[in-house]
T-cell receptor, first 115, second 111 residues
Framework: DAGVIQSPRHEVTEMGQEVTLRCKPISGHNSLFWYRQTMMRGLELLIYFNNNVPIDDSGMPEDRFSAKMPNASFSTLKIQPSEPRDSAVYFC?????????????FGNGTRLTVT | RKEVEQDPGPFNVPEGATVAFNCTYSNSASQSFFWYRQDCRKEPKLLMSVYSSGNEDGRFTAQLNRASQYISLLIRDSKLSDSVTYLCVVNVDGGYNKLIFGAGTRLAVHP
């Protein structure tokens, strides 16, 4: 079975550039989550969607960050303009049912380095 | 107070030892509880869900204490391969869905 698929695996960019991270959730899953992980702050929830609708984006750090989910099989997280402090591992995760206890299934993550 | 708190460790134990971790949460209405493991910055992987009555999966036992708002993970007969970070996950909204991670507890099992 295909799990959560994220791309790219690694991204190195210069400060000020636009970065787009992509995620394909597990087919049939109705919730999608974006997390960011750093040594200092651990795993932070940035935003999550239920049935393609953003439910809570209170974790998005600044207006430079935006996320979309145009359909049930695709989501993007965009940073524009990027800054060195955005360097982190970004994980996408999906879960099956937002109205029941459902564990998260993670993608491999995108390791972002902004120089 | 943080929404989900864990002792960062590290816990250093010999092979074969029994070790336990706790995780406290702030929202008394939380319904979803999980333990995840994460190895060397790879993606977190589900270890086990935590049910109200407590549950066991092989060498691992999870407990929920609603009155004191904490969950626990007990590992028996520790193996070298158990040397990872254990992440506590709790929902912090009124439903089941907004899942917040603790900072993780590092376990180091030595020969």
């Amino acid at each position: 079975d295909a799990g959560v698929i994220q791309s790219p695996r690694h991204e190195v960019t210069e400060m000020g550039q636009e970065v787009t991270l992509r995620c394909k959730p597990i087919s049939g899953h109705n919730s999608l989550f974006w997390y960011r992980q750093t040594m200092m702050r651990g795993l932070e929830l940035l935003i999550y969607f239920n049935n393609n609708v953003p439910i809570d984006d209170s974790g998005m750090p600044e207006d430079r960050f935006s996320a979309k989910m145009p359909n049930a099989s695709f989501s993007t997280l965009k940073i524009q303009p990027s800054e060195p402090r955005d360097s982190a591992v970004y994980f996408c995760a999906s879960s099956g049912d937002p109205y029941r206890i459902s564990p998260l299934h993670f993608g491999n993550g995108t390791r972002l380095t902004v120089t | 107070r943080k929404e989900v708190e864990q002792d960062p460790g590290p816990f250093n134990v010999p092979e074969g030892a029994t070790v336990a971790f706790n995780c406290t949460y702030s929202n008394s209405a939380s319904q979803s509880f999980f333990w995840y493991r994460q190895d060397c910055r790879k993606e977190p992987k589900l270890l086990m869900s935590v049910y109200s009555s407590g549950n066991e999966d092989g060498r691992f036992t999870a407990q929920l204490n609603r009155a004191s708002q904490y969950i626990s993970l007990l590992i028996r007969d520790s193996k070298l391969s158990d040397s990872v970070t254990y992440l506590c996950v709790v929902n912090v909204d009124g439903g089941y869905n907004k899942l917040i991670f603790g900072a993780g507890t590092r376990l180091a099992v030595h020969p």
